[in-house]
């Protein structure tokens, strides 16, 4: 509930590495970024139902770094 859809692979990845953190190598697979610390998912790559991948962040966390 506390992740912003980013429409853009290009958009999303670019702020995961302007927040100094990985990106996936790939959107071809769903991912998930775990804040450890604060027990969240920070950033995650989702297939739809249709087989295309959405991206979201945790914009108010991946902000604090």
């Known amino acids: 509930k506390y992740l912003t859809e980013i429409k853009n692979a290009h958009l999303f ?5 302007s927040s100094g953190l990985k990106s996936p190598k790939s959107s071809d697979s769903e991912w998930e ?6 027990e ?4 995650k790559v989702q ?9 979201f962040i945790c914009a108010a966390l991946l902000g604090r770094r």
């Open 40 to 43: 969240r998912v920070v950033a």
């Open 47 to 55: 297939k739809d139902p249709s087989g295309n991948p959405k991206f």
């Open 33 to 38: 970024l775990v804040d450890t610390d604060r």
């Open 13 to 17: 990845a670019e702020y995961l590495r």
